[in-house]
């Protein structure tokens, strides 16, 4: 009987390694299969499909850079506001401050001083920048000085005192400091240099004159040196004669929208011949007196050789005349001379 063949005679042993010699070959092919050359085709680098990268175009770019020069123009004006609005801010705080101290020294002495100089030798400011605006940035600058108008002890509480033309160009509004103690943001009105002889103007902040132009704008602080003819927002007008000196302190409206104009001008030399339109109120600061008129034409002469001594003229209507000392009007048709001391030379009506 043949014998046959019988699986289960197979030791365990022997199947383990059969199966371990089957994996070990298994395992041999995998990795003969991986480390060999690889048959398909290289594409060259330059021809492998690449992702294309999208910049900005010029149209693009000169968008953006616009939009950005916009909100950089929009961040310096919003900036520049600012400054200019704490500089006014500042500037009132320190007209309050004078008005206090030019009050304080009249109660003390029964006058106001000739000059604002006075109130800081004293001790009445102690602030070392007390008498110059902040917004004023011309080192030669005199400060407040030029601004400030002469007024008797007893002179009403709603006459201006001193003003600041320097915050014009940018808010088209001045400052005003009265008599009574009082500080005021009016809005302001240029003038016009309707004629000129070879007159300059010197702008408020600036080192040199120019030559003046006809219809030149003039605003609050311009100084006008020469023969010319200053036209004012209400047809008021000033004629200046050869050598004058003259520097529109301020026009403001004088309350409400439809107040009177009230124009104040400092005229330091020569001779100047004054016509004030009906209902506006008009004032002339010399170096020794303040004229102030209401509808009426005069002529003012300051004479340099006279220690600055002032004239007055009055060829219509009513003017009246102050200097530290008292205040009144001017008699018509007759020369009144106030001298460098404030003395009036000729008599004052009451």
């Keep these: 009987m043949k014998k046959q063949f019988d699986v289960s005679s197979h030791s365990a042993p022997q199947v383990a390694v059969e199966n371990a010699l089957a994996e070990n070959?298994?395992?041999e092919s995998a990795?003969?299969?991986?480390?060999?050359?690889?048959?398909?085709?290289?594409?060259?680098?330059?021809a492998r499909p690449t992702r294309k990268r999208r910049g900005f175009?010029?149209?693009?770019?000169?968008?953006v850079i616009g939009v950005i020069a916009v909100l950089a123009a929009l961040a310096l004006?919003?900036?520049?506001?600012?400054?200019?609005?704490?500089?006014r801010v500042q500037c009132d705080v320190r007209l309050k401050a004078i008005a206090l101290g030019?009050?304080?020294?009249?109660?003390?002495?029964?006058?106001?001083?000739?000059q604002l100089a006075k109130l800081r030798d004293d001790g009445y400011l102690t602030e070392p920048d007390a008498l110059r605006c902040p917004s004023d940035a011309l080192e030669s600058s005199t400060g407040y000085e030029p601004f400030y108008a002469i007024r008797a002890p007893?002179?009403?509480?709603?006459?201006?005192?001193?003003?600041?033309?320097?915050?014009?160009a940018t808010g088209n509004h001045g400052a005003q400091a009265f008599v009574g103690r009082y500080t005021t943001h009016s809005q302001a009105s240029p003038a016009v240099l309707e004629a000129s002889g070879g007159a300059t103007v010197q702008h408020p902040g600036q080192k040199e004159a120019v030559a003046a132009t006809a219809n030149m704008p003039l605003r609050g602080g311009d100084r006008i040196r020469g023969s010319a003819t200053i036209r004012f927002a209400d047809g008021s007008t000033a004629v200046l004669q050869s050598g004058s000196d003259v520097t529109v302190l301020q026009s403001f409206i004088d309350g409400h929208a439809k107040?009177?104009?009230?124009?104040?001008?400092?005229?330091?030399?020569?001779?100047?011949?004054?016509?004030?339109?009906?209902g506006s109120?008009?004032?002339?600061v010399t170096p020794t007196a303040t004229a102030g008129a209401h509808g009426t034409e005069f002529r003012i002469v300051v004479d340099s050789g006279s220690a600055g001594s002032t004239r007055l003229f009055v060829i219509e209507g009513k003017v009246s005349l102050a200097t530290v000392k008292k205040s009144g009007f001017a008699p018509l048709g007759e020369w009144v001379e106030v001298d460098s001391l404030g003395n009036i030379l000729g008599g004052l009506l009451p």
């Excluded at 030019?102 to 000739?114: N, V």
């Excluded at 007893?154 to 014009?168: W, Y």
């Excluded at 011949?273 to 009906?278: A, S």
């Design 25 to 27: 070959a298994l395992a």
């Design 31 to 46: 990795l003969a299969e991986h480390n060999a050359p690889s048959t398909r085709r290289q594409l060259p680098a330059e």
């Design 57 to 63: 175009t010029l149209l693009e770019m000169v968008v």
């Design 77 to 87: 004006g919003w900036f520049g506001q600012s400054r200019e609005g704490a500089r």
């Design 102 to 114: 030019l009050d304080a020294f009249r109660q003390e002495h029964g006058r106001f001083p000739t």
């Design 154 to 168: 007893r002179d009403s509480s709603e006459l201006p005192i001193l003003v600041c033309p320097m915050h014009e």
């Design 259 to 278: 107040a009177p104009l009230y124009t104040l001008v400092r005229q330091t030399l020569g001779d100047v011949t004054y016509r004030i339109h009906t």
């Design 281 to 284: 109120k008009f004032d002339v």
